[in-house]
């Protein structure tokens, strides 16, 4: 039996439950892991207040995010086993796939082994600001390395993520704090 934290109606935190539950083995594709540390962010409050894209299906789980030990690994998996130290990247399906809770069985494509000397804590926190700026940048705005954009504020979210996910598909982005009115200019690769 393993705590997990479900609700069964929308509303505010207090329908939030701490349950205990038996934990089914992780389907062919998945991995099933020791959740060590969760993060926290706007997107489950929303679909637990009926404000998200995706619809619950009571009772719910919740939870896009977290860092932890692999406990077991579904059948067709290659790429991770019992002791790996790793992180979700945050899945398509929040209520299938939850974190809040000791063990979670989540997809093996969206984790991702991360070095020892990064907590748990880090680990669990990261992803969805870079999903976000990915999001936003690359699959909304279709960003290619011929784009260029310059930002004055907001977004403080995804500060830290918004050049590595620019980069990544081959462009820079500048951000200017002190001067509205200078000039932005970049070089891409």
Request: proline letters at 6%; glycine letters at 6%; one cysteine or more.
């Amino acid at each position: 039996m393993a705590r997990i934290v479900r609700f069964r109606e929308y509303g505010d935190a207090s329908v939030l439950k701490i349950e205990s539950l038996d934990i089914p083995p992780p389907s062919a594709d998945e991995v099933q892991i020791d959740v060590k540390s969760i993060g926290l962010n706007r997107a489950e409050v929303m679909f637990r207040t009926h404000a998200y894209m995706q619809e619950a299906q009571f009772p719910s789980r919740l939870g896009f995010e977290a860092a932890g030990i692999v406990k077991t690994v579904g059948t067709a998996i290659a790429s991770f086993k019992k002791g790996d130290v790793v992180s979700l990247i945050p899945p398509a399906d929040v209520a299938r796939w939850g974190t809040y809770g000791e063990l979670a069985n989540v997809p093996a494509r969206n984790l991702v082994k991360h070095p020892r000397n990064i907590s748990f804590e880090e680990a669990a926190a990261s992803w969805m600001q870079y999903v976000t700026a990915w999001g936003a940048l690359i699959e909304q705005a279709k960003l290619t390395a011929s784009d260029f954009r310059h930002r004055h504020s907001g977004l403080k979210q995804c500060r830290y993520c918004r050049v590595p996910s620019c980069k990544s598909c081959g462009r820079y982005s500048h951000r200017n704090h002190s001067d509205p009115g200078q000039e932005a200019s970049a070089h891409g690769p």
